[in-house]
């Protein structure tokens, strides 16, 4: 079975408005750690958010927000007032555990397109 | 300027010539890894250094051969690849389980 599952292979906004890019996740551990990832045409990932298993607050960054739903076991990523410089390719992952590195599975990704 | 860099950017070589990626951090993160990114497939962790130590061998083909000679340095070193090789390759660093800092990436194509 998947760890990280993105179900939406495109989704396309436009500009100022708001997007929601939606990341399901699967583990039996406690402790785990949400991450959201940018990957512009250049090739570079470019981290965006973390949620900790344990945080009760759903993380925010700016624009981005994250919506952390445990029980249902799914961290969306909220983009708000979306930008011409936000067409990319966006991956949810997970890091499983503690060990004092991150292991992250990442899922397939999201292709979002932003029109003016 | 990205704190984590990768040389070369390009590379194409044949199923039998031996090259190597450069991977070089100048952020004091403890963990590197390398990544590979192929069209339409998730990042598929290939290994993990902390502390100079390998910790994490994703049951990588030995054509795949990593070094890591100092925390701030990672190597993947090629030979005899085959064609399905070809994909991006990612490294990136961390100083603990928190986020990853990845480069820019070393595209690579065997013919």
């Known amino acids: 079975a998947q760890k990280i599952t993105q179900t939406q292979p495109g989704m396309f906004v436009q500009e100022k408005e708001a997007v929601t890019l939606d990341c399901t996740y699967d583990t039996s551990d406690q402790s785990y750690g949400l991450f959201w990832y940018k990957q512009p045409s250049s090739g570079e990932m470019i981290f965006l958010i973390y949620?900790?298993?344990?945080?009760?607050q759903n993380a925010t960054e700016g624009r981005y927000s994250l919506n952390f739903q445990k029980a249902r076991k799914s961290a969306n990523l909220v983009i708000s007032a979306s930008q011409l410089g936000d067409s990319a390719m966006y991956f949810c992952a997970m890091r499983e555990g503690y060990s004092g590195y991150s292991t992250l599975t990442f899922g397939k990704g999201t292709m979002l397109l932003v029109s003016p | 300027e990205t704190g984590v860099t990768q040389t070369p950017r390009h590379l194409v070589m044949g199923m039998t010539n031996k090259k190597s990626l450069k991977c070089e951090q100048h952020l004091g993160h403890n963990a590197m890894y390398w990544y590979k990114q192929s069209a339409k497939k998730p990042l598929e962790l290939m290994f993990v250094?902390?502390?100079?130590?390998?910790?994490e061998n994703n049951s990588v083909p030995s054509r795949f051969s990593p070094e890591c000679p100092n925390s701030s340095h990672l190597f993947l070193h090629l030979h005899t690849l085959q064609p399905e090789d070809s994909a991006l390759y990612l490294c990136a660093s961390s100083p603990s389980s928190r986020e990853l800092f990845f480069g820019e990436g070393s595209r690579l194509t065997v013919l």
């Open positions: 250094y902390n502390f100079k130590e390998q910790t």
């Open positions: 949620q900790g298993s344990y945080d009760e």
